[in-house]
């Protein structure tokens, strides 16, 4: 067996126990509250792990992209999968019908009548049905409907459309008390108006264990939680021994005493901040703040450490958005107790169609 130290660098890891502990936790946390757990592939986008989720009680799993739909169907992942996208355009409605033939469940979203009108002349088309999820902007300012009415108004037009079939409300991500008031006041008027609404779906790592104080929800959509990172540790959701994601580097560099350079740069780490100070936690040195990255270059910043690597060290980063990470590599090792037990391709790296 290949011992992780053999590993060139820079090299993406998960730590395998931390994984499946995060597995675990997530399943248990929601099955606690009665909440389905449909994780989000698009962290990962590996089968394998996709399937360790199912495994480990998942109804079924969310992906972003149509692309990635197909890969984890054709690995026979799942029957039930939920894409969280406006799906607009005849090559795309195409695909996607082929792919609703294919699994007994299949839902989208959407957010405007544009892409209701465009699904249901593509399921004429095909002889397919379409479920669907309103999507609600509840406070993250993305996609989504602005209000309750709007949400129940577009609802009641879309239904109307031949094969168009209503399953409920979908949110990014669960937000307190934005997303239960906005919740509240739409299923009010689903209720009154005699529609059934069996699926309410919120999202979200860092709202992850907080999904119970959102009663209406069916089921969360959570991501990131299965490797954690810095952004995940920030909001305090994770710990970095949480983080199963390591990316593996060389220090290659010392051009001065209070720096140091890695092996790895944005194309690795990926320039994604998000709202951190740094692109990723050093984890042998934890006062090092990794400043700058350019494409195959990091710089560490070690005024603040006693000890300093030395050139050919090998230091372990967890990056601010594993999520991004994932999508920048041809392959993650699994690995155990300084061995390797698994290389897994990134079977839906570059799906973003
Ligand atoms: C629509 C949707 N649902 C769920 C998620 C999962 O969020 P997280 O990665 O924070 O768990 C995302 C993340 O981007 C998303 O866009």
Same mark, same amino acid.
């Given at each position: 067996?290949?011992?992780?130290?053999?590993?060139?660098?820079?090299?993406?890891?998960?730590?395998?126990?931390?994984?499946?502990? =995060?597995?675990?936790?997530?399943?248990?946390?929601?099955?606690?509250? /009665?909440?389905?757990?449909?994780?989000?592939?698009?962290?990962?986008?590996?089968? !394998?792990?996709?399937?360790?989720?199912?495994? !480990?009680?998942?109804?079924?799993?969310?992906? *972003?992209?149509?692309?990635?739909?197909? &890969?984890?169907?054709?690995?026979?992942?799942?029957?039930?999968?939920?894409?969280?996208?406006?799906?607009?355009?005849?090559? @795309?409605?195409?695909?996607?019908?082929?792919?609703?033939?294919?699994?007994?469940?299949?839902?989208?979203?959407?957010? +405007?009548?544009?892409?209701?009108?465009?699904?249901?002349?593509?399921?004429?088309?095909?002889? !397919?049905?379409?479920?669907?999820? &309103?999507?609600?902007?509840?406070?993250?300012? %993305?996609?989504?409907? *602005?209000?309750?009415?709007? !949400?129940?108004?577009?609802?009641?037009?879309?239904?109307?459309?031949?094969?168009?079939?209503?399953?409920?409300?979908?949110?990014?991500?669960? $937000?307190?008390? =934005?997303? %239960?008031?906005?919740?509240?006041?739409?299923?009010?008027?689903?209720?009154?108006?005699?529609?059934? &609404?069996?699926?309410? /779906?919120?999202?979200?790592?860092?709202?992850?264990?907080?999904? *119970?104080?959102?009663?209406?929800?069916?089921?969360?959509?959570?991501?990131?939680?299965?490797?954690?990172?810095?952004?995940?540790?920030?909001?305090?959701?994770?710990?970095?021994?949480?983080?199963?994601? %390591?990316?593996?580097?060389?220090?290659? /560099?010392?051009?001065?005493?209070? $720096?140091?350079?890695?092996?790895?740069? /944005?194309?690795?780490?990926?320039?994604?901040?998000?709202?951190?100070?740094?692109?990723?936690?050093?984890?042998?040195?934890?006062?090092?703040?990794?400043?700058?990255?350019?494409?195959?270059?990091?710089?560490?910043?070690?005024?603040?450490?006693?000890?300093?690597?030395?050139?050919?060290?090998?230091?372990?980063?967890?990056?601010?958005?594993?999520?991004?990470?994932?999508?920048? &590599?041809?392959?993650?090792?699994?690995?155990? +107790?300084?061995?390797?037990?698994?290389?897994?391709?990134?079977?839906?790296?570059? @799906?973003?169609?």
């Amino acid at each position: 067996m290949t011992s992780v130290a053999d590993l060139d660098t820079p090299v993406v890891t998960v730590d395998l126990d931390i994984m499946r502990d =995060n597995i675990r936790r997530v399943q248990a946390h929601l099955a606690r509250h /009665s909440i389905g757990n449909r994780p989000h592939i698009k962290t990962h986008k590996i089968p !394998a792990i996709g399937r360790m989720q199912m495994e !480990a009680g998942a109804i079924g799993i969310t992906c *972003q992209k149509l692309g990635e739909v197909e &890969v984890f169907v054709n690995a026979g992942v799942t029957d039930d999968v939920l894409l969280t996208y406006n799906i607009l355009g005849r090559q @795309k409605t195409d695909r996607l019908m082929a792919l609703i033939k294919r699994v007994r469940r299949l839902t989208v979203v959407l957010d +405007n009548d544009v892409v209701g009108r465009e699904l249901s002349e593509a399921a004429g088309h095909a002889g !397919a049905d379409v479920r669907f999820l &309103v999507e609600c902007d509840t406070g993250f300012g %993305r996609t989504g409907v *602005q209000t309750p009415d709007e !949400a129940f108004d577009l609802a009641r037009r879309v239904m109307r459309l031949p094969r168009m079939h209503f399953e409920g409300l979908m949110t990014f991500p669960n $937000r307190d008390p =934005n997303t %239960r008031d906005f919740f509240e006041r739409a299923l009010a008027l689903f209720k009154q108006a005699g529609i059934p &609404v069996p699926v309410v /779906s919120g999202g979200g790592t860092p709202a992850l264990f907080t999904a *119970q104080n959102f009663p209406m929800l069916t089921e969360h959509r959570a991501g990131t939680c299965v490797y954690n990172d810095a952004m995940v540790v920030s909001t305090g959701t994770a710990t970095w021994d949480n983080c199963a994601m %390591r990316v593996r580097a060389t220090v290659v /560099s010392r051009p001065t005493p209070t $720096r140091a350079i890695l092996d790895a740069g /944005s194309k690795v780490l990926t320039s994604d901040l998000y709202f951190m100070k740094g692109y990723g936690h050093v984890m042998e040195y934890p006062e090092a703040a990794v400043t700058g990255l350019s494409e195959e270059h990091g710089t560490v910043d070690l005024s603040a450490c006693a000890e300093r690597p030395k050139v050919g060290d090998i230091v372990h980063v967890v990056p601010n958005h594993c999520c991004v990470v994932t999508n920048m &590599v041809d392959e993650v090792y699994g690995v155990r +107790n300084g061995a390797v037990e698994v290389t897994w391709p990134v079977a839906a790296r570059g @799906k973003v169609r």
